[in-house]
């Protein structure tokens, strides 16, 4: 598959960035496809990055990665619920492959189990939600 990709990655959490990119770039190695990553502080400004990459057709999709983790207030609502949209808007409006691995936990230990390739493995699984679009696009 000769594809590219960029991988946006919110580096507010750094340890669970970290494992959810290796899990990404792991899988995107199996399946041989190309990327970019350009970092962002927080799931935010994912979606506003993305549209700018959408803008030079560079890709023919996108990794949404990072870790909302909810606090004492509202704001991981507001967070998780606005990234989360904005990702979905972005993907449907530009008919491109955008796929969210931003997660959403109660707590650090869920996150950490869910950005293990060796457990959960959400890194991983973005990736190859990306891959399987970008095929199924190919077919249409």
């Given at each position: 598959?000769?594809?590219?990709?960029?991988?946006?990655?919110?580096r507010?959490?750094?340890?669970?960035?970290?494992?959810?990119?290796?899990a990404?770039?792991?899988?995107?190695?199996?399946?041989?496809?190309?990327?970019e990553?350009?970092?962002?502080?927080?799931?935010?400004?994912?979606?506003?990055?993305?549209?700018?990459?959408?803008?030079?057709?560079?890709?023919?999709?996108?990794?949404?990665?990072?870790?909302?983790?909810?606090?004492?207030?509202?704001?991981?609502?507001?967070?998780?619920?606005?990234?989360?949209?904005?990702?979905?808007?972005?993907?449907?409006?530009?008919?491109?492959?955008?796929?969210?691995?931003?997660?959403?936990?109660d707590?650090?230990?869920?996150?950490?189990?869910?950005?293990?390739?060796?457990?959960?493995?959400?890194g991983?699984?973005?990736?190859?939600?990306?891959?399987?679009?970008?095929?199924?696009?190919?077919?249409?």
């Amino acid at each position: 598959m000769s594809k590219k990709v960029l991988i946006v990655e919110s580096r507010y959490y750094e340890d669970i960035s970290n494992l959810l990119l290796e899990a990404t770039i792991e899988q995107l190695n199996v399946y041989n496809v190309k990327f970019e990553k350009m970092e962002v502080l927080g799931a935010l400004e994912i979606p506003i990055l993305i549209k700018k990459a959408i803008i030079t057709g560079k890709y023919d999709g996108f990794i949404a990665l990072g870790c909302v983790i909810r606090g004492e207030t509202s704001h991981y609502d507001i967070v998780s619920n606005n990234s989360a949209k904005a990702l979905i808007d972005l993907a449907i409006n530009n008919t491109i492959p955008i796929s969210n691995g931003i997660l959403t936990v109660d707590n650090k230990e869920q996150a950490l189990v869910r950005a293990s390739k060796n457990k959960k493995n959400n890194g991983g699984h973005a990736a190859k939600a990306c891959i399987e679009l970008i095929k199924s696009f190919n077919l249409l």
